[in-house]
T-cell receptor, first 114, second 114 residues
């Protein structure tokens, strides 16, 4: 099946710093990539949807200036958490989609903000 | 509108006994339905999917699910639980045709007792 990677797998940063998370589709070109956030023992919450070369579409309640998404190519999307605070600590998961409705998920990135 | 209800937040079974994880959905369209599994601190892995073909869908690791339109259900089953099946399971329904988004259930944590 299609493979999606994320880097880093975990990151610890100080409050006020920015963190960038990369999401790559390794063996297919993703027309659309998605970013999710998952709190402990909860389901995934869609944060934003991005199409290559266009601005991301953010879900209601997600601050676009706080969570910057760039989808520069058909195989790479990045999520930058700007001026991170402890409440931003979470598990961030990306997914990628080619044509069909099925999404392929990355392994996730654990962000801890001290 | 699309929604998913996973009826049990936690299911506990003994190793070697059958597994039943229940899922009911609501959809204004002919949906695609998925079951994903998530092991601790890992991303989501697709177990199986229904996309309007055969109503009994076989997935990986011995899992299968049956799409029952009359009951709006898509329950996940496995004849014999293995210790490695212990994980979080998510039932997911697709959005409107042409839309990108998926709707996630709240998850069912499966515990397998030796």
């Amino acid at each position: 099946g299609a493979v999606v990677s994320q880097h880093p797998s975990r990151v610890i940063c100080k409050s006020g710093t920015s963190v960038k998370i990369e999401c790559r589709s390794l063996d297919f070109q993703a027309t659309t990539m998605f970013w999710y956030r998952q709190f402990p023992k909860q389901s995934l919450m869609l944060m934003a949807t991005s199409n290559e070369g266009s601005k991301a579409t953010y879900e209601q309640g997600v601050e676009k200036d706080k969570f910057l998404i760039n989808h520069a190519s058909l195989t790479l999307s990045t999520l930058t958490v700007t001026s991170a605070h402890p409440e931003d600590s979470s598990f961030y998961i990306c997914s990628a989609r080619f044509i069909a409705v099925e999404q392929f998920f990355g392994p996730g990135t654990r962000l801890t903000v001290l | 509108a699309q929604s998913v209800t996973q009826l049990d937040s936690h299911v506990s079974v003994s190793e070697g006994t059958p597994v039943l994880l229940r899922c009911n959905y609501s959809s204004s369209y002919s949906p695609s339905l998925f079951w994903y599994v998530q092991h601790p601190n890992k991303g989501l892995q697709l177990l199986l999917k229904y996309t309007s073909a055969a109503t009994l869908v076989k997935g990986i690791n011995g899992f299968e699910a049956e799409f029952k339109k009359s009951e709006t259900s898509f329950h996940l089953t496995k004849p014999s639980a293995h210790m490695s099946d212990a994980a979080e399971y998510f039932c997911v329904v697709s959005g409107a045709p042409g839309a990108n988004n998926l709707f996630f259930g709240t998850g069912t944590r499966l515990t397998v007792i030796p």
